[in-house]
Nanobody, 118 residues
Framework: QVQLVESGGGLAQAGGSLRLSCAAS?????????MGWYRQAPGKQRELVAT??????NYADFVKGRFTVSRDNAKNTMYLQMNSLKPEDTASYYC????????????WGQGTQVTVSS
């Protein structure tokens, strides 16, 4: 059973930065899995922010140039460095481990709140 635990959320001012972490445990295949960050603002659908697969990142257009996703496979931890934050980035941020050949179920973390004040 894979467990994902996010941390690093909080309050930031517009233009500021935060770094989120997602610590994964429970499988020896985590480092081989695609992982990603989603976010959900109140009253809105959950949306994909970024993914990282085999070291290759991909980003939603609305965070390109501002957010950076990375991972430390030795620690089974994924990060999301968020710079130039905007009030519209306010949301709960969730990490996800995508199912694949070796881990056949999607897993989600519990979420961490990010609030950006103007």
């Amino acid at each position: 059973q894979v467990q994902l635990v996010e941390s690093g959320g909080g309050l930031a001012q517009a233009g500021g930065s935060l770094r989120l972490s997602c610590a994964a445990s429970g499988s020896g295949f985590i480092r081989l899995s695609t992982m990603g960050w989603y976010r959900q603002a109140p009253g809105k659908q959950r949306e994909l922010v970024a993914t990282i697969s085999g070291g290759t990142p991909n980003y939603a257009d609305f965070v390109k140039g501002r957010f950076t996703v990375s991972r430390d496979n030795a620690k089974n931890t994924m990060y999301l460095q968020m710079n130039s934050l905007k009030p519209e980035d306010t949301a709960s941020y969730y990490c996800k481990l995508f199912r694949g050949t070796l881990i056949t179920t999607d897993y989600w973390g519990q979420g961490t709140q990010v609030t950006v004040s103007s």
